[in-house]
């Protein structure tokens, strides 16, 4: 059974930063692709940011290219998505998701992801 367990949330203040962790486990990790997507209030979920396990390859929203980054550690089987100068805009419900195929065209399409995660909330605010 894929598993998916999102962690590292919390209350912040503008500009500061956060290190979000996504737990996997029921599936071979290094065969997927894993995605962070968040969910600000009132608001549908947005595909932020995924990066493929057997390539490497990173895709980013233009909404948080230059601000955050995303790692994975196969020896772990966990992705982690780095946030710096965050933004009270960046206040949301963060989710992580895996799918065992990478769409190009629109690689952070919520559609695609067939396996998520529970949420971790991040709050930006002073």
């Known amino acids: 059974e894929v598993q998916l367990q999102a962690s590292g949330g919390g209350l912040v203040p503008p500009g500061g930063s956060l290190r979000l962790s996504c737990a996997a486990s029921?599936?071979?990790?290094?065969?997927?692709?894993i995605g962070w997507f968040r969910q600000p209030p009132g608001e549908p979920r947005e595909g932020i940011s995924c990066?493929?396990?057997?390539?490497?390859?990173?895709y980013y929203s233009d909404l948080v290219k230059g601000r955050f980054t995303i790692s994975s550690d196969s020896a772990k089987n966990t992705v982690y998505l780095e946030m710096n100068s965050l933004k009270p805009g960046d206040t949301a419900v963060y989710y992580c998701a895996a799918t065992a195929t990478l769409v190009p065209a629109s690689p952070l399409l919520p559609l695609w992801y067939d396996s998520w995660g529970q949420g971790t909330q991040v709050t930006v605010s002073s």
């Open positions: 990066i493929s396990n057997s390539d490497g390859t990173r």
């Open positions: 029921g599936f071979t990790f290094d065969d997927y692709v």
